[in-house]
């Protein structure tokens, strides 16, 4: 939370305290600054947002696509088609569309010079020595695939061109050119995985081909050249055109109404005859994935170019996230830069956001956000032109970005015409030094004031932090010396540093003082103005917090925060211990544990494990509540509310938290009590129904009794979801109605990696030791540890359903395997999996609705190990009045691993489970009173990725 203060002029002079003490802060400037050259560099960096320019974008583009209609449909020899297509792109982007014919004769022109150039620099090979020699021994060869088509791949390079969808690639490169063979549209496409194209990886698929930019070694780019001829006869002649003596190759590939001659001749009026007319939309069945939700009452091009909303989002955003330089914003082009890194879509013009994602990888050092035409559907020949939304993007660069860079204005994807607006650039800053004694630097999304913690400013000619951390400490010397007699001195414990600009250009470092590190919370700031109304722009704000903390205390005993070995975790304490910190706040130690790829909000290099209290309590990392310390970095959680236990960990981890808000060991056992409220509707049925749905530790019982529902008047959505998608969010698209007041609300889930043949759960099938003694409540004989070294009669692993049932006279099948009914009397079933928080962050429920004659169940860590009846978090038995249900707090795309025992002491037997989503949607369910039931792609019995979650120990070596 951030702490508005009454404002300051920023440049004023130093306050009386400070005077006070005769602190010598040299030159403190209450008038405008000695300027450096500062010219007006805005101008160049923002677009001239006007009709015209909005226009002329889409007449670019729009003649552009016509060039590139008129080439499809001549009849030019197919080894020149995809030359002259490039010319003509080139050709009509300069010219006026009354010229476009003669744009495209010339691009013919062209083609054959450029053809016979190709065939002779470029070499053709194989998909299948492709795969066996890779890149960079492939670099600009032609590969012809298993079904004859031919792509030109570039290796280290990434395509200037958003996907429209993407597939797994399960060997290599070479899986690519097959997926964008079966994928309708594809005509290039970017590998993204192992070094040199080998291994698995991600094929975005390309809808248009653009051109190839520089990227990683474990990027490959792929641009299909030609496709085979099948059963066409195929001639060669030459033909001298009308206005060159020039020999042009053409081919006499049979097509219908349309003659050799026409298709080399020179005339406007015969070139234009063979346009091509796509049909208009019919049936589009590919939604798109979108996750920003804006609904424009237009639908063109030129309307989304002006859409002054879409305008006010990237200028709003003129200062850059905390750690970023602006360099450019509100432009109608995104970027052509070399070191592109990929992309991100985003659910709102969020900077910071964008910025996150550029922080977590070590060679991003630029990003630009920017707002892209998008086709609701993915286009294909069946849907050429569906209806436009607006998609916000992040892209992210190797290298610094500036504003002549932002040349990419859009492309079509069939008839569709993507354009952009509110294009905004940041570069990452270089950091700050770092300064002895100092922890730091943090950036900080604007510069720091609050009067109550305040001490004093100074601004130096040079960016130089050091100048300010000697001046922090020359403050609390003399605070000292001045109050020797004193119990007390005020001390400063922090600096903020920052950058004033005008107008882009650098005029001072400015350096402000603080009693407290607290001051990180009033980062409020972002411009400044003097006394002569001049504004400047605060950038580069960067804060540095002492440590330890001085207390400003002389003769009252403390005791320092501790340093060295005495720092460690294990000098603290032992795992499970209370220890108050320096300030005061209570932590419990969590020596060697972790709580991994849960929780995190941001990290800092400190020196020891101590560290991490000091800035975990400054308010630093807001929200923070516990920590993790490897590698001499802390890095910080927000755990309050989470269900996730720590674990123990091998790799030298140690972490704390604040014991009021995060449940720790306990986590997984925390009760949670759902209310519910009911509500009454009419519906059009027969009788009376109740629907139950839980939301959190809230439940609702809906009562819908048999009555007249009157007409609907407003639109409703219905909501249809599906649980396939590859990316980390969630995707929600919402399709208005076209007729009637029903529309659709399409959402479609992130699921587990499958590639490693994980999918479904494991069972193991045992004997019950202990048959016959299930007549007492609770049945407390059976105790499943017993089992954990005794080798299983049978195991079955992929199953696609949990839960079992048995009449007492029949023999059945259980998971695939024939059962007497005298073992089905005894049957005990071991089953572990893992569930894949596909639906988001929230309360999952698992829900064990009756046994006969026993489950139990465990979640979390005790699943892969340690497991005991005692440990067990929820058990269900015959004589249970009511269902048992256990709500699991998860973070989205995250695996926990679960564990459910199940066993009968004669008789009848079988039991019931079910995992419910946040959303109410089902995971898993068991058909009542049958051997069978559902289970979604979230459950697989361990994830692909062994650092997310490890495998289960195999039935008979369980610990």
Request: aromatic share 10%; proline share 5%; glycine share 8%.
């Amino acid at each position: 939370m951030r702490f508005i203060d009454t404002a300051v002029p920023i440049l004023a002079g130093l306050s009386t305290l400070v005077e006070a003490q005769n602190v010598d802060f040299g030159k403190v400037y209450s008038a405008k600054p000695q300027l450096k050259s500062a010219s007006n560099t805005e101008s160049s960096t923002s677009s001239i947002k006007t009709s015209s320019v909005a226009s002329s974008i889409v007449s670019v583009l729009s003649s552009r696509h016509a060039a590139t209609m008129v080439s499809s449909a001549s009849t030019a020899s197919a080894k020149s088609s995809s030359s002259a297509k490039s010319s003509s792109l080139s050709k009509s982007s300069n010219t006026s569309s009354s010229k476009s014919s003669s744009a495209t004769t010339l691009s013919t022109k062209k083609a054959t010079s450029s053809t016979k150039q190709s065939s002779s620099s470029t070499q053709k090979t194989s998909s299948s020595a492709a795969a066996s020699s890779l890149c960079p021994s492939i670099n600009n060869k032609d590969i012809t695939d298993t079904k004859g088509k031919v792509y030109t791949i570039k290796c280290s390079s990434d395509t200037n061109v958003g996907a429209f969808t993407n597939k797994a690639a399960t060997k290599s490169f070479a899986d690519c050119m097959n997926a964008c063979d079966d994928t309708s549209g594809c005509v290039a496409f970017s590998y993204v995985g192992g070094d040199g194209g080998n291994g698995s990886g991600t094929c975005w698929l390309k809808n248009s081909a653009g051109s190839a930019i520089s990227a990683g070694t474990n990027y490959v780019a792929g641009f299909l050249k030609s496709i085979p001829s099948s059963s066409k006869t195929m001639t060669t002649s030459t033909k001298k055109t009308s206005s060159s003596s020039a020999k042009i190759t053409t081919s006499t590939k049979k097509v219908t109404s349309v003659s050799t001659k026409a298709s080399t001749s020179t005339s406007t009026k015969k070139t234009s005859s063979t346009k091509v007319k796509r049909a208009t939309a019919t049936t589009c069945s590919n939604p798109n994935s979108i996750l920003y939700n804006y609904q424009a009452n237009y639908n063109t091009p030129t309307q989304f170019l002006l859409d002054t909303t879409l305008a006010g989002l990237a200028a709003a955003q003129w200062y850059p996230p905390a750690g970023y330089s602006t360099s450019f914003t509100s432009q109608l082009a995104g970027l052509f830069a070399p070191n592109y890194l990929g992309y991100q879509q985003l659910s709102s013009y969020d900077t910071s956001a964008c910025a996150a994602y550029c922080n977590a990888r070590s060679d991003c050092n630029a990003f630009n956000i920017y707002i892209q035409r998008t086709p609701t559907f993915i286009p294909d020949d069946s849907c050429p032109n569906p209806n436009a939304a607006a998609q916000i993007t992040c892209a992210l660069y190797g290298s610094p970005v500036d504003a002549s860079q932002a040349t990419n204005i859009g492309q079509y994807r069939k008839d569709f015409m993507v354009v952009i607006q509110g294009s905004n650039g940041y570069n990452l800053n270089p950091v700050p030094a770092s300064v002895s004694s100092f922890q730091g630097p943090t950036a900080l999304d604007g510069v720091a004031y609050s009067s109550n913690i305040y001490l004093g400013q100074k601004y130096f000619s040079t960016y130089d932090v050091n100048q300010c951390s000697s001046l922090c400490n020359a403050y609390t010397a003399n605070s000292k010396s001045q109050n020797a007699k004193s119990s007390t001195y005020t001390p400063c414990n922090y600096f903020n540093v920052f950058n004033l600009t005008l107008n882009g250009q650098t005029q001072l470092m400015g350096c402000y003082l603080f009693t407290t590190s607290d001051a990180a919370n009033y980062d409020v700031y972002t411009t400044a103005q003097d006394s002569s109304g001049t504004v400047y722009n605060l950038t580069n704000s960067y804060g540095y917090a002492l440590y330890p903390q001085d207390k400003g205390l002389t003769s009252v005993t403390w005791t320092p925060a501790p340093t060295g070995k005495n720092a460690t975790c294990s000098a603290l304490g032992k795992a499970g211990s209370s220890y108050i910190d320096y300030n005061g706040v209570n932590y419990t130690l969590g020596c060697g544990y972790d709580v991994q790829y849960a929780a995190d909000i941001g990290n800092q290099t400190t020196p020891d494990f101590y560290s991490c209290f000091a800035i975990c309590d400054s308010g630093s990392f807001p929200g923070c509540d516990g920590f993790a310390y490897l590698g001499n970095t802390c890095y910080f959680k927000t755990l309050a509310g989470s269900s996730r236990t720590p674990q123990l960990d091998n790799y030298n981890v140690d972490m704390a938290w604040m014991p009021a808000s995060y449940a720790g060991f306990n986590a997984y056992t925390v009760p949670g009590t759902v209310s519910y409220t009911t509500t009454t509707t009419v519906w059009s049925g027969p009788g009376s129904t109740t629907t139950t749905t839980i939301n959190g530790l809230s439940g609702t019982v809906i009562v819908k009794t048999s009555g007249s529902v009157p007409a609907a008047t407003t639109t409703t959505y219905v909501t249809v979801t599906t649980d396939q998608g590859t990316a980390s969010t969630i995707a929600t698209q919402t399709i208005t109605p076209t007729k009637g007041l029903t529309g659709t609300v399409s959402i479609v889930y992130p699921t587990p990696a499958t590639t490693c043949g994980n999918k479904g759960a494991a069972v193991g099938f045992y004997s019950n030791p202990v048959p016959g003694q299930q007549g007492v409540s609770q049945y407390p004989a059976f105790k499943p540890e017993v089992m954990k070294t005794s080798v299983p009669s049978a195991q079955v692993t992929g199953i696609s359903y949990i839960g079992e049932y048995n009449d007492d006279s029949h023999g059945t099948y259980v998971y695939g395997k024939y059962q007497t009914s005298n073992t089905l009397s005894t049957l005990a079933l071991n089953h572990v999996f893992y569930v894949f928080a596909g639906h988001g962050t929230g309360y999952y429920y698992i829900n064990l609705p009756q046994a006969d004659d026993v489950t139990l169940l465990w979640v979390g860590p005790n699943a892969l190990s340690g497991y005991t009846r005692a440990n067990a978090q929820l058990i269900q038995t015959w004589s249970a009045p009511a269902p048992a249900t256990l709500g699991f707090y998860l973070t989205a795309n995250t695996y926990t691993p679960i564990r459910l025992w199940f066993a009968n002491g004669g008789g009848y037997g079988g039991f019931q489970f079910t995992v419910t989503a946040p959303d109410g949607a089902t995971i898993l369910q068991t058909t009542p009173n049958s051997n069978a039931g559902v289970m979604n792609s979230d459950i697989v019995m361990f994830p692909c990725d062994t650092s997310k979650g490890a495998k289960f120990p195999a039935f008979g070596k369980e610990t």
